[in-house]
């Protein structure tokens, strides 16, 4: 029987949050998950990196090589199963899983969004839109969920959410920073320590 979960993280971009839960699991506070491997599709992801430092098996998988999502997904799903992955970590991943993908991993598979869905959400709301969207309709909270995902774009349970202050003359920049080191950060690591001890513990 394995004595921790085996995570794999599919991103896009720079990998803070990845680089977040990597920071979580050298601490112990992921004590029964460990990340056993990162899929992006952007080679120029800076995620990789990241992940190659901490000594994980990388994969760069774009839908250009594999014509287009369907053959991105069939080429994941392939390194998911044969890694015997238990939880799937979306961070900053900017593609819309299809409907096949969600349910094979139906309730181990989970995002990091930045807002605190319903508000700011849905297709097309990823990077800095979200943040945009916050300050353009002038909310003075805005902040981070995590959730399961599902066939609906950021309509899955909800798992963690936090909080945060907008401020007066914050730009999409600044927001984004503020809600990425006050929530995202902090709940992501905690809500994959969390399943990763649900999973172990089914185990028994």
Known sequence: ????ARI????????????AMIDAQHSGLIDKGEIALVISNREDAYAIERAQNAGIETHVITNKSCGGLEGFEAKAMELLDASEIDLIVLVGFLSILS????????GRLINIHPA???????PGMYGLKPHE??????VKVTGATVHFVNEIADGGEIIAQKAVPV?????PETLQRRVMEQAEWLILPVAVAKICKEIVANRR
């Open 1 to 4: 029987m394995k004595s921790k």
């Open 8 to 19: 794999a993280v599919m991103v896009s971009s720079n990998g803070t949050n990845l680089q």
């Open 99 to 106: 409907e096949n993908f969600v349910k094979h991993y139906e």
């Open 116 to 122: 605190l869905i319903p508000s700011f959400c849905g």
């Open 133 to 138: 969207a916050a300050l353009e309709r002038g």
């Open 167 to 171: 401020l007066d003359g914050d730009t």
